[in-house]
C-alpha cells in the first residue's frame, strides 16, 4: 500500500524525536512505513479509517502511558492534524483518515 504521508511530527511528551545523520533503517513490522533514529525506531501505519504509530527503543518495548503525540498529514493543499492516544504498544487514532 502507497502511503502519501508529506510530514509526521510526532512528540511523546516532551520528547521530540528527529531523525539524524546517524539513523538506522527500522523493519516495517506492521505494514507501515518505518524510521530509526537515535532515540527510537517508528512505524507509523495510515489507514482511512485508523493511524497508528508504533514506537521501540532500538528493538526495546516503551512505556506509552500517558504519552501524547500529533501526526500531521499533507494531502495536497489540505492540512489535517491528528491527535494520538496510547493503546498497548502503539499510539492510535480512530476516525476517517485521508490517506492514499
Known amino acids: 500500500m502507497?502511503?502519501?504521508v508529506i510530514a509526521l511530527l510526532l512528540a511523546i511528551g516532551s520528547?521530540?524525536?528527529?531523525?539524524?545523520?546517524?539513523?538506522h533503517q527500522h523493519i516495517a513490522?506492521?505494514?507501515g512505513i518505518a524510521?530509526?533514529?537515535k532515540q527510537a525506531g517508528l512505524e507509523?501505519?495510515?489507514?482511512?479509517?485508523?493511524?497508528q504509530v508504533y514506537v521501540d527503543?532500538?528493538?526495546?518495548?516503551v512505556k506509552l502511558d500517558g504519552a501524547?503525540?500529533?501526526v500531521t498529514l499533507l494531502n495536497g493543499s489540505e492540512k489535517s492534524e491528528v491527535a494520538l492516544s496510547?493503546?498497548?504498544?502503539k499510539l492510535e487514532a480512530r476516525g476517517s483518515f485521508k490517506v492514499a
Open 2 to 4: 502507497k502511503l502519501q
Open 15 to 23: 520528547t521530540a524525536f528527529a531523525a539524524g545523520n546517524h539513523a
Open 29 to 31: 513490522r506492521h505494514g
Open 35 to 37: 524510521v530509526d533514529t
Open 44 to 51: 507509523i501505519v495510515a489507514r482511512p479509517e485508523m493511524i
Open 57 to 61: 527503543d532500538h528493538g526495546k518495548p
Open 68 to 70: 501524547t503525540a500529533k
Open 86 to 89: 496510547p493503546a498497548g504498544d
